[in-house]
């Protein structure tokens, strides 16, 4: 069976694609959950520093991540 490929820049100006979620269009959402998904990954490498006595605190940011995307997102930031 053949397959075809298609570009993936092509694939997003699709309009059948363009649909958005709450008001978030597919870009935005891709672009929260990389951003959250590093907060979190960045959340855990300080705790497992912490624990290993590297670093002297850590200010933990889990479950937050959401709020800080949104507020960086609404001041242009993100």
Known sequence: MATTKTDPKLALTNPKRSKTY???SREQLIQAYRFMYTSRRIDDREILLKRQQKIYFQMSGAGHEGIVWLRA???GGV
């Open 22 to 24: 709450e008001g978030l």
């Open 73 to 75: 997102s609404a001041s």
